[in-house]
Structure formats: structure tokens, C-alpha cells
């Protein structure tokens, strides 16, 4: 995509953007670029649109500046909070619940968040390639109570249509597979993703669709998103949000009012709130439970309850996410 070539790989360029001068941020430039050396900068131009100009803490920003903090280390975060490689039994196949899978379809994105649970994870070892999705069909038929695929990464939607929809007709011939789940942060920072060839393929599927989107803040929601949702939930396709809890982005109960109100307002209903997975290089992201469950309650006082999002954390010997007490 034009739009993904043209994204912005520079921290210092995207201080630029914003008329930000790198000299007075915390860490300065040097720490800009020594978290850009531990994950590369990715930002689409559509989504700077969004951050206000001249603004240091725009929570847009925040979620993708690199920061020096990304170097530090601290106790119990680690490269793989959720050990994801103990239920990764075959290349591009992540099985930890019993009637649903992962496929990591890709490893890129088309923007790169600094909190992201998976900036460690193992790509190269899980390329979806010809003969490991021939591999991970054999494997499906062997665990028939399996009905649910759900495409992850990276991020799914990176994938080319044409691919996406050759691996969903092999998918969908199996008749235990019902659901196919896509959770994609694509379309939010990309509105454009969501066009003629993609809604084809989605309508074209006998499986139920459900898409979950991944936004953290009502900022994100802009008009030219709203649209193209309007023509996924025309297409017939199940909209969910999921969010992750980030310190100085989104901890405030009227903040995630907002979110939720705008997000069914385009017909998406919020399902998750992640608690932070300690992952290494984004401690200074996390809260703590105590606060979670404080911020949960005020929003249960201040909502109905269908726009209250799940308050869950993943744990790593868990059979499903961990709903945290209210």
C-alpha cells in the first residue's frame, strides 16, 4: 500500500511532523533513537493526522514515540510474558485454549506500538508458508473439537487478500471450523485497508466473521474510520474493540467512557480491557491491578453495562483470560 510505504520510520522525523523540537523531550534525541534501535519506528501519516501538533503527552504520540525507558530493565518483565512458545506446537500455530487457535499470518504491521506484546516475538520461526498451513490443517483435523481460527500476528490484514482468501477456503472446507476470528489494529491507523477486494473475501466466507479492532483511545476515532466501519458492519461483520490499560494514555474512567461511547456509536462493541502483560522494554506503559480495578468500578457506576468492557488480565497457565475482580 502507497499509504504504508509512505509511513513514517524516523523518530525525529515524526517530531517534525508535529513541530515538536527532540531537544526538549524527555531523553532527548539520543533516547529517541535508542528505543528506535530496540523496535523500529512505524507510524502511518493518518494516524499523525490525529495527534495534536505541538504537544508533547498527545496519547496518540505516547503509544508510539520511542522512548529511553524502553532500555531499562526491570524485574518480572520479560520477552515472553505469556510463554506463548510452550503452546506453539507448530510454525505459525499458537494453541492455549481448547476450541480456538492462532495463526500468525504476519509479521509486519503498519504501525509499530511500543507496547506490543510480541515486539520479541519469534517471526522468522513462524512464516505461514504452503507447507506449514498444510501442516497446521493436519492438525486441526486431528483436534476436532477445535471451531474457532483466529489470525493474528503481526498483523493479519498485512496479508494480501488474494492470500487471506486462499487460506480461509482451505479453512472453511473443514466442517468443524464455524468462526473466524481477525484481530487487527490495520484498518484503525489505515482506514483505507478496508476496500472492495478485502469485503469480498470477508462476505464471500461460510464462516462467521467477527473483526476486533484494537483501539485505546476515543482520539483514533475520526470520521474516515467511522466510514469504514460502516462498511464492514454492512458487509454483515461483527465488530469488537479490545484495549490494552496504558499509564498516561488512557487510566482515566473518562477517558474510556469517551472510548466506549464513540466505539458503539460506530457500531462497535468494547470486549476487552487487557490488563498490561509485563512485557521487556514497556514497563513505564503498565498500572497496576489496584488501579485497574478502581478505574473498572467507575466505569461500571458510569455505563450500561454493554459498553463496559471486560477488565482481564492473561495469564500464562490460565485455560482462558482472568476476569479481574470489580
Given amino acids: 500500500?502507497?499509504?504504508?510505504?509512505?509511513?513514517?520510520?524516523?523518530?525525529?522525523?515524526?517530531?517534525?511532523?508535529?513541530g515538536l523540537n527532540p531537544q526538549e523531550l524527555r531523553g532527548q534525541t539520543p533516547g529517541l533513537q535508542t528505543g528506535d534501535r530496540l523496535f523500529k519506528t512505524l507510524v502511518p501519516r493518518s494516524f499523525v493526522k490525529r495527534m495534536q501538533k505541538g504537544n508533547p503527552q498527545d496519547p496518540l504520540l505516547l503509544q508510539v514515540l520511542p522512548s529511553p525507558d524502553e532500555s531499562l530493565e526491570q524485574p518480572g518483565f520479560v520477552t515472553d510474558p505469556l510463554q506463548e512458545a510452550r503452546f506453539n506446537p507448530l510454525p505459525g500455530l499458537i494453541h492455549k485454549?481448547?476450541?480456538?487457535?492462532?495463526?500468525?499470518?504476519?509479521?509486519?504491521?503498519?504501525i509499530n506500538c511500543r507496547y506490543c506484546f510480541r515486539r520479541h516475538f519469534p517471526y522468522a520461526d513462524n512464516s505461514l508458508g504452503a507447507g506449514a498451513l498444510q501442516a497446521i490443517l493436519d492438525y486441526l483435523k486431528a483436534h476436532p473439537k477445535i471451531n474457532e481460527i483466529i489470525f493474528s500476528g503481526g498483523d493479519p490484514l498485512a496479508t494480501p487478500d488474494r492470500r487471506l482468501q486462499e487460506i480461509v477456503t482451505q479453512l472453511q472446507a473443514l466442517p468443524q471450523i464455524q468462526r473466524l476470528r481477525i484481530h487487527t489494529r490495520l484498518p484503525v491507523v489505515l482506514p483505507s485497508r478496508v476496500d472492495a477486494p478485502l469485503l469480498h473475501w470477508l462476505q464471500a466466507t461460510r464462516l462467521k466473521v467477527i473483526l476486533v479492532l484494537h483501539i485505546n483511545h476515543p482520539q483514533e476515532i475520526n470520521n474516515e474510520l467511522t466510514t469504514a466501519l460502516g462498511q464492514l458492519t454492512s458487509a454483515g461483520i461483527t465488530l469488537f474493540n479490545q484495549s490494552v490499560l496504558l499509564r498516561g494514555i488512557n487510566d482515566r474512567p473518562e477517558i474510556l467512557a469517551e472510548l466506549s461511547e464513540k466505539l458503539f456509536a460506530a457500531d462497535v462493541l468494547p470486549y476487552y480491557l487487557h490488563a498490561f502483560d509485563p512485557?521487556?522494554?514497556?514497563?513505564?506503559?503498565?498500572?497496576?491491578?489496584?488501579?485497574?480495578?478502581?478505574?473498572?468500578?467507575?466505569?461500571?457506576?458510569?455505563?450500561?453495562?454493554?459498553?463496559?468492557?471486560?477488565l482481564v488480565r492473561e495469564y500464562s497457565d490460565q485455560p482462558s483470560k482472568t476476569p479481574l475482580g470489580w
Fill in 1 to 18: 500500500m502507497t499509504e504504508l510505504r509512505q509511513a513514517i520510520r524516523d523518530p525525529l522525523e515524526l517530531c517534525r511532523e508535529l
Fill in 279 to 310: 512485557i521487556e522494554g514497556a514497563a513505564h506503559f503498565a498500572t497496576d491491578d489496584t488501579q485497574a480495578k478502581n478505574l473498572y468500578a467507575q466505569l461500571l457506576a458510569s455505563l450500561p453495562g454493554y459498553l463496559v468492557p471486560k
Fill in 97 to 110: 485454549y481448547e476450541s480456538r487457535v492462532l495463526l500468525t499470518l504476519s509479521g509486519a504491521c503498519a
